[in-house]
Nanobody, 127 residues
């Protein structure tokens, strides 16, 4: 079993930055594909960013160039650095883990491909 706990959300003005953290226990992030998703009010949960055990990473078009996913293996923690935030980035952000190993550059982006989820952290961007 894997437990994921997100933190770092909050209220920020447009153009500002936030860094989300996802602390994992029960499994090392080094042996998992780790991803970030978000869900805005009235909308479906959507993929934001992820990296695999093999080192491949992927970002949604809406955040590419503004968000960066990274990890600290000794701390077993994944981060999402969010810069140049926009009001449309407002959502609950979820950390997710997938225990499967993917070859080559494939990065899973579907909700169904992830086995474990955190409880989410709210990010609100004011205009």
């Amino acid at each position: 079993q894997v437990q994921l706990v997100e933190s770092g959300g909050g209220l920020v003005q447009a153009g500002g930055s936030l860094r989300l953290s996802c602390a994992a226990s029960g499994r090392t992030i080094r042996s998992s594909t780790m991803g970030w998703f978000r869900q805005a009010p009235g909308k479906e949960r959507e993929f934001v960013a992820a990296f695999t055990r093999s080192g491949a990473n992927s970002y949604s078009d809406s955040v590419k160039g503004r968000f960066t996913i990274s990890r600290d293996n000794p701390k077993n923690t994944v981060y999402l650095q969010m810069n140049s935030l926009k009001p449309e980035d407002t959502a609950v952000y979820y950390c997710a883990a997938d225990s499967r190993f993917y070859v080559s550059a494939y990065v899973p982006q579907a909700i169904s491909e992830y086995d474990f989820w955190g409880q989410g952290t709210q990010v609100t961007v004011s205009s």
